[in-house]
C-alpha cells in the first residue's frame, strides 16, 4: 500500500507540474508593435502634341481666308486642363517669321482660335480651327509673298 500511495503521490506531484508548466505558458506572451510607411508616385503632366492641316484658296492681300484645322492630343496617363491654344506666324521656336524675300508675320492677320476650353483624358484628343489672311499693305510691296510657304506656330497650354 505505501508503493500505491508513493505512486499517486508521483502522479499527482507530476500532474500539477505539468498543469503549472502549461498553465504558464498559456499567459506567456512576447509585446511587439509595428508600423509601415510608404509613398505613392506622382507622375507628371506631358506636353500636348498639337497638329495641323490647313485649307484654302492661295493668300493673296485681303483676298481668301484658308481655315487651319489643329487637333490637340494629350499623350499623358492623367487628365490634363487645355485652356488656351495662340496661334501666330513664327518659326518652331515661336520667333516671328521672317522669309528672305521681305515677306512676313506682319504681312498677315491670325483670328482667333475656336475650340473646346476643356479637360483632355488621356490618349483623348480635342479640335479646333484657326483662320488666316493676308492683310493688304498699301505702304508697302508684298511681292515677296508670293508663293511664300507661311509658317504657323501652335502653343497649347
Not at 23 to 30: D, E, H, P, Q, T
Not at 40 to 47: I, K, L, Q, R
Not at 54 to 69: E, F, H, K
Amino acid at each position: 500500500m505505501a508503493k500505491v500511495a508513493g505512486r499517486k503521490k508521483r502522479i499527482i506531484g507530476t500532474t500539477a507540474a505539468l498543469v503549472a508548466i502549461g498553465g504558464g505558458a498559456a499567459f506567456a506572451y512576447w509585446s511587439a508593435t509595428g508600423t509601415h510607411d510608404t509613398t505613392a508616385s506622382a507622375g507628371e503632366s506631358a506636353n500636348f502634341v498639337v497638329t495641323s492641316k490647313i485649307a484654302g484658296d492661295p493668300l493673296s492681300p485681303n483676298g481668301p481666308v484658308q481655315v487651319a484645322t489643329f487637333t490637340v492630343n494629350n499623350p499623358g496617363s492623367g487628365v490634363q486642363e487645355l485652356k488656351s491654344i495662340k496661334v501666330s506666324v513664327a518659326d518652331s521656336k515661336g520667333t516671328p517669321w521672317v522669309s528672305g524675300d521681305g515677306c512676313s508675320y506682319e504681312d498677315f492677320a491670325v483670328g482667333t482660335p475656336s475650340f473646346d476650353r476643356t479637360q483632355i483624358e488621356p490618349g483623348k484628343s480635342v479640335t479646333g480651327t484657326v483662320s488666316l489672311q493676308m492683310i493688304n499693305r498699301p505702304t508697302v510691296n508684298q511681292d515677296g509673298c508670293q508663293n511664300a510657304s507661311v509658317p504657323l506656330h501652335f502653343e497649347a497650354s
